[in-house]
């Protein structure tokens, strides 16, 4: 077969735009245990700033913007045929953080869907799975905005809660005192 036959690779993509970090993974297909062809994950720490201003912090909005551009070269470049792009607790919280989503329509055609707490939830544990582990387990999902925890049984997603106490959102409380607070609050 020349290159020119070859067939099409069904390549299917996710960009998960985190508190911490913006990830681009490409899998060969849908499948169950789909197959990572391709991962790369930049820090980013759009979150660094949101529990003191309520704002992403600018200089991590460049930074997540070129990591953005790169993945949409590569993209391009092996000619995926379906994106999904979520957003997390940062862009979700943020007061900018529907600004940053339209600059990312805007400079790249891309379409953000910014995901509730229990997407969140959902889709962590759907990743866990993916990887064969976890059939009866608690999973916890510490992020930069968020934490959260799901009880899988029998391989199922039974419970599933996302809490606001992401590393950056710790960091941003004086003292070891107002951590505690804020933890117990939401526990």
Excluded: W
């Excluded at 390549?11 to 508190?19: E, L, P």
């Excluded at 660094?48 to 470049?77: E, H, M, Q, W």
């Excluded at 990743?127 to 391989?155: H, K, P, Q, T, Y």
């Excluded at 409380?173 to 804020?182: F, H, L, N, S, T």
């Amino acid at each position: 077969m020349s290159e020119q036959q070859a067939p099409a690779k069904n390549y299917v993509a996710v960009i998960d735009i985190g508190s911490n970090a913006v990830r681009l993974v490409v899998y060969d297909g849908l499948n169950r245990a789909p197959f990572r062809i391709h991962n790369e994950r930049n820090i980013c720490n759009l979150g660094a700033d949101l529990g003191r201003t309520g704002r992403l912090n600018p200089l991590s909005v460049k930074k997540a913007l070129n990591s953005i551009r790169r993945f949409s070269g590569l993209l391009a470049a092996m000619k995926v045929s379906h994106v999904r792009a979520v957003a997390t607790a940062a862009v979700r919280d943020a007061a900018d953080g529907r600004d940053f989503i339209d600059t990312v329509q805007k400079e790249f055609g891309l379409k953000i869907e910014v995901i509730n707490g229990e997407e969140e939830a959902r889709l962590s544990a759907l990743g866990v799975l993916a990887n064969g582990f976890g059939r009866d387990c608690v999973i916890g999902d510490f992020g930069g905005g968020s934490m959260e925890l799901i009880v899988v049984e029998n391989g199922e997603v039974k419970h599933k809660a996302s809490l606001p106490l992401g590393s950056h959102r710790l960091q941003a409380e004086k003292g070891r005192a107002a951590r505690v607070d804020m933890v117990e609050k939401h526990l």
